[in-house]
């Protein structure tokens, strides 16, 4: 279900997809524990990893004595929101523009077609179209180098450069087709169903192993 005027989306496809599809309340607004068990049962998101990400998300951009959180721009008792600039939201996105080239503080969280277009054409260069370890890395390298180049207010220091590298990783890990196992990549159809229209993509099933922070073997 499409958003309704008034839901909260951000800058994260993923939290956005889980919203759309009832994971995450379609308000926006949701509770840190929203968050861990709605990425477990919507894209199999371990417990851990989503415990970090809504524990720093309420600690950085929420309210701590509710533990409520907007996904997107600010929201009565929930906070900042994702969408502001800073952590979660940041310069050198895989699918938005730096907020410096907006019009505020919420302006780099909206999906920017051109920029995505440029992912794309990374992919295509590099793995026939579908996003992969090589052509994450490449993309998210020119994307440092750009914004370096021509954002006056660039900035890229912890946390945001831990969750940038975070988000490349996730996407090849959640937003692959598990349907036939894992070959560490993700089709350009899938991305735009996630991306663009934040939907589950046709025919695509969640990873049925949950990653963990940490595993033996990694």
């Not at 169903?193 to 963990?212: G, K, L, Q």
Request: aromatic letters at 12%; hydrophobic letters at 40%; glycine letters at 12%.
């Amino acid at each position: 279900m499409a958003p309704t005027e008034g839901d909260k989306r951000g800058p994260c496809p993923g939290l956005n997809t889980l919203a759309n599809h009832g994971y995450l309340p379609r308000s926006g607004i949701v509770h840190a524990q929203d968050i861990v068990e709605g990425a477990l049962a919507g894209l199999g998101m371990s417990v851990d990893v989503g415990t970090v990400l809504a524990a720093y998300g309420v600690l950085s951009e929420g309210d701590t004595t509710s533990n409520m959180l907007s996904i997107g721009a600010l929201g009565t008792s929930s906070g900042l929101g994702l969408s502001n600039h800073g952590a979660f939201e940041g310069d050198a996105s895989l699918s938005r523009k730096d907020a410096f080239f907006g019009d505020g503080q919420f302006s780099g969280s909206a999906f920017d077609a051109e920029q995505y277009a440029q992912f794309k054409a990374f992919n295509a260069r590099i793995s026939q179209g579908r996003a992969t370890f090589a052509s994450l890395a490449e993309y998210r390298f020119q994307r440092f180098q750009d914004s370096v180049a021509s954002n006056a207010d660039f900035t890229f220091l912890l946390p945001r450069y831990l969750f940038s590298y975070g988000e490349a990783a996730l996407t090849l890990r959640l937003f692959a087709n598990h349907k036939d196992g894992e070959d560490g990549s993700v089709s350009e159809a899938d991305l735009d169903s996630f991306f663009v229209r934040n939907r589950f993509p046709e025919d695509w099933y969640r990873v049925s192993i949950a990653p963990r922070a940490t595993q033996k073997g990694d």
